[in-house]
């Protein structure tokens, strides 16, 4: 079984900055990617960004991929997703998952985010 926590979340001013973290742990377990989600209030859990956990690759939806960077740390199995010039509709709670072969997505407990003044 594996577990994720994140952390880093908060309240921050428009166009300030947050680095959110999630850590995976448990045993005998690999990775394909690790990501995020994100889900505000009434709406649906919408992708924000993804890394390959070998090749490093990432994807971003459109509306961050100028603004968020996503990183990993191999070592550690965290995945960061630095998010920079925040905007109120950035606001969610951001949900961390990971994806290992032939197993449904394990998701963390989420990590809230307000951005306002």
């Known amino acids: 079984q594996v577990q994720l926590v994140e952390s880093g979340g908060g309240l921050v001013q428009p166009g300030g900055s947050l680095r959110l973290s999630c850590t995976a742990s448990?045993?005998?377990?690999?990775?394909?990617?690790m990501g995020w989600f994100r889900q505000a209030p009434g709406m649906e859990r919408e992708f924000v960004a993804q890394?390959?956990?070998?090749?490093?690759?990432?994807n971003y939806r459109d509306s961050v991929k100028d603004r968020f960077a996503i990183s990993k740390d191999n070592t550690k199995n965290t995945v960061y997703l630095q998010m920079n010039s925040l905007k109120p509709e950035d606001t969610a709670v951001y949900f961390c998952?990971?994806?290992?072969?032939?197993?449904?997505?394990?998701w963390g407990q989420g990590t809230q985010v307000i951005v306002s003044s």
């Open positions: 998952y990971l994806d290992r072969p032939s197993r449904a997505l394990d």
């Open positions: 448990g045993t005998g377990f690999s990775i394909n990617y």
């Open positions: 890394i390959a956990w070998k090749a490093g690759n990432t």
